[in-house]
């Protein structure tokens, strides 16, 4: 028997997360804590077959100018090749969906895209949203190899920054700090004003990094050179995997490649943690060249690793309002340049 039902015991599901360790962290039970704290309404829910856990779904309730969501990052956590799991959870979500009065249920799956998955999604309702919500294409460095062998799979422009960095004597640190954590937005601030994009809020960032640290999941570590911060990054420890999730840097001075240095130290520190991935997380697809994420994506491949490539964000429209918000936000990807 398939049945799916709310789980609110922490260590329930950090136990299933911790065994199947996804490359996401938007599954983790301080990602559902966010959320909730952020003013959102929740559901935690477990998949279970013959009263076995098999699956995990969060999912949330987004309210947009634009129109009202359920909405489930990086998941549902499923066996994707069970079609009667996967139809199970379709069907149960759009009734959660309805009854809640929303426009659209939308997912945004951590699954290896294929053809075979795509149809079977499309197969089942869904269609491929005008937009992403999280990254389709994350590029992840698998770091259980020797310093020596990762330095050597880099590209030598980025082994070439990482010694000219420790040359010019830039210092790295890492803390849990709110105090550090102000020194990264400050710099997070001149960042977005310099790129043009749409940020999070800093109630967003702030609460996401005060939620993970506290359990010793997070990290703000900035880059020093004669004492001034010019890089900054937030990264999420979580399922065995370090995720680079934000950063920031000052333009006055990009002759001094801190940042490859900061994230060498980031890697150095996460295979002392014993995990298993750096994941860099989204970069653009290749054949953009003018993906506003080109330069970031070169900058992460200069690391080495390996793309994967993930179903796009899908959704099953439930009301007619449905066409306002596809309009609304294919407008957003042409002005974003994605």
């Known amino acids: 028997m398939i049945e799916i039902k709310v789980i609110n015991n922490q260590e329930i599901w950090n136990n299933y997360i911790g065994v199947i360790e996804p490359h996401s962290f938007l599954h983790a039970w301080e990602w559902t804590e966010l959320q909730e704290k952020l003013g959102n309404k929740i559901f935690r829910l ?17 309210n947009a100018k634009r129109g009202s969501f359920l909405f489930c990052p990086n998941g549902p956590l499923i066996d994707w090749n069970n079609n009667s799991h996967l139809n199970f959870v379709t069907n149960y979500l759009i009734l959660l969906a309805k009854k809640n009065n929303v426009d659209v249920l939308r997912i945004s799956p951590i699954v290896i895209f294929s053809d075979d998955i795509n149809a079977k999604l499309k197969k089942i309702g869904f269609i491929d949203a005008p937009i ?14 020797n310093e020596d062998e990762l330095l050597q799979n880099m590209k ?6 990482i010694k000219k960095a420790i040359n010019e004597n830039v210092k790295i640190t890492s803390s849990a700090l709110m105090s550090d954590f102000d020194i990264f937005y400050k710099m997070n601030l001149q960042t977005v004003q310099r790129e043009q994009y749409v940020p999070f809020s800093k109630e967003h ?36 995997s370090a995720f680079y999730h934000y950063g920031a840097s000052v333009r006055d001075y990009k002759g001094i490649p801190a940042s490859e240095l900061l ?19 989204g970069i ?30 899908q959704d099953i429209p439930l009301t007619k309002w449905y066409f306002v918000i596809k309009f609304i936000e294919n407008i957003r990807k042409i002005k974003r340049g994605y």
């Open 263 to 281: 994230h060498w130290q980031v890697i150095l520190d996460s295979k002392k943690m014993r995990l298993k991935y750096y994941n860099f997380w």
């Open 156 to 161: 030598k422009n980025t082994r070439y920054s």
């Open 205 to 240: 960032i702030q609460n996401e990094f005060e939620i993970f640290s506290k359990n010793n999941k997070s990290l703000v570590y900035i880059a020093y050179y004669n004492e001034i911060p010019i890089s900054s990054a937030v990264i999420i420890f979580s399922n065995g």
């Open 46 to 62: 477990g998949l279970f077959e013959s009263a076995k856990l098999v699956g995990l779904i969060f999912v949330y309730i987004i």
């Open 284 to 313: 653009a697809p290749e054949n953009k060249i003018n993906h506003p994420w080109r330069g970031l994506t070169k900058f992460k491949q200069g690391f080495g690793g390996f793309a994967e490539k993930y179903v796009p964000t």
């Open 132 to 145: 992403h919500v999280h990254q389709e294409i994350s590029w992840i460095l698998d770091i259980t190899k």
